[in-house]
């Protein structure tokens, strides 16, 4: 079993940056593949970044060039550096990562508000 914490979320001004941070306990693989998804209200749960091991990274487009994914294998965890911010980044994040067979660990969430 893996359990997945995340911190650094909160209210920020449009245009402002917050810093996400996960880190993995359990059985954790620090091999595996890290990754933040977000959910709007209403929405469904959306991919926004991952990192592999290697460090080779993957952005959803709308977060292209704005956000910066970056991982401490020796900590087991990963960050999300999240600057520019806009309102409709408004969501929870969650950190996820594969649980084998198709499935995936994911955390509680932390909460991001972005005002205009």
């Known amino acids: 079993q893996v359990r997945l914490a995340e911190s650094g979320g909160g209210l920020v001004q449009a245009g402002g940056s917050l810093k996400l941070s996960c880190t993995a306990s359990g059985s954790f693989d620090s091999g595996n593949v890290m990754g933040w998804y977000r959910q709007a209200p209403g929405k469904e749960r959306t991919f926004v970044a991952d990192i592999a091991s290697d460090e080779r990274t993957n952005y959803a487009r709308s977060v292209q060039g704005r956000f910066t994914i970056s991982r401490d294998n020796a900590k087991n965890t990963v960050f999300l550096q999240m600057n520019s911010l806009k309102p409709e980044d408004t969501a929870v994040y969650y950190c996820?990562?594969?649980?084998?067979?198709?499935?995936?660990?994911w955390g509680r969430g932390t909460q991001v508000t972005v005002s205009s």
């Open positions: 996820t990562t594969p649980a084998g067979r198709g499935s995936f660990y």
